[in-house]
């Protein structure tokens, strides 16, 4: 049997090259894992935008096939998890980091890694959720959780015309919450107002450098920024909010003081997608299952090939796209 597959490869000449190559059985199934999946669609995540353009060191193993997510049918299961012709979803996992991943036609993991494609959605429906819905559904039950109602106040989502924003918007919304969408994308306030956003704002007003403690606006904020986003989320957050920190688009470091956390009680919370429990990952999908609404996939997912992943990643690096990418691994 042999598959095509999106590999990454790093030679000393060359440096990282990315091609569409065919793959036979046996270099798969080196792979450690326990259970082979026949993927049909896959998706583009800000993590394979950098994987496949090398813009950072995500691949830690060569070569790799990128892709955090999968989602397709068990053809063959070594543990007692599923049986073969089960629907399942991959996210994360250190896919397309330190295991071969989702942008090819078969993937082999470890049964423990994946959880059962919710009744609510297609298979098509699950990848244009991805990793990025799935992790803004676990921002959102993380604030959620936290004990912020909707009458509480504006709930912040910065970055918010990429796939963690545009899930995220669309989910607080369909919970009653009010949404200020944070984007670089003025241009494409419709397209936030109509994920339910009642206010959009320009993101460079967060971008630069701020007062340790600014007027309180929010009583939650999602932010896949980072840096000096998520220092002036921080500062604008009302007393006793929450910060749920899933991203680092802008930057990894975080120049903010302790202010906002020890004069107005502001949590910060970190929001880890790609280890997270069976139990967790189930509530995310549970969540997105019962409260996004099925139209609003169709409005933000488009579908494209593997030969077409390499121009969406270059694109998505710079800031140039909007919503999801699925990626149709068959054609």
């Not at 909707?150 to 669309?170: C, F, W």
Request: aromatic share 6%; proline share 3%; hydrophobic share 40%.
């Amino acid at each position: 049997m042999s598959f095509n597959a999106i590999i990454l490869e790093k030679e000393e000449a060359t440096g990282v090259t990315c091609s569409l190559k065919n793959v036979n059985k046996q270099q798969l199934l080196a792979q450690q894992g326990d259970t082979l999946i026949q993927v049909a669609y896959s998706s583009i995540n800000y993590k394979d935008a950098l994987a496949i353009t090398n813009k950072s060191p995500v691949v830690r193993k060569w070569p790799m096939v990128p892709g955090i997510d999968g989602v397709g049918c068990v053809v063959e299961c070594a543990s007692d998890r599923y049986q073969k012709g089960e629907q399942v979803i991959l996210n994360g996992w250190g896919c397309g980091e330190t295991h071969w991943g989702g942008l090819a036609q078969y993937a082999y993991l470890k049964s423990e890694w994946l959880i059962p494609l919710p009744n609510k959605f297609t298979a098509h429906q699950a990848m244009t959720i991805g990793t990025a819905g799935y992790t803004a559904a676990l921002c959102i039950e993380r604030i959620v959780d936290f004990g912020v109602k909707p009458h509480d106040g504006i709930v912040l989502v910065t970055g918010a015309s990429g796939g963690v924003g545009s899930i995220a918007i669309s989910l607080l919304a369909k919970l009653g919450y009010q949404v200020t969408a944070s984007t670089s994308k003025i241009d494409e306030a419709y397209y936030l107002q109509k994920l339910g956003a009642v206010n959009v704002i320009d993101s460079q007003t967060l971008k630069e450098t701020g007062k340790p403690l600014q007027k309180e606006q929010w009583s939650a904020v999602v932010d896949v920024v980072g840096s000096h986003t998520l220092a002036n989320a921080c500062a604008q957050t009302q007393y006793g909010g929450i910060v749920a920190c899933c991203g680092l688009t802008q930057g990894m470091d975080l120049p903010a003081t302790v202010a906002p956390f020890i004069l107005r009680g502001v949590t910060l919370a970190g929001i880890d997608s790609v280890m997270a429990s069976y139990d967790k990952r189930i509530a995310a999908w549970n969540l997105l299952a019962h409260h996004l609404d099925e139209e609003i996939l169709s409005y933000v997912g488009r579908t494209i090939t593997l030969n077409e992943c390499v121009e969406v990643a270059n694109k998505m690096i710079a800031g140039k796209i909007k919503g999801r990418f699925v990626v149709d691994v068959n054609k």
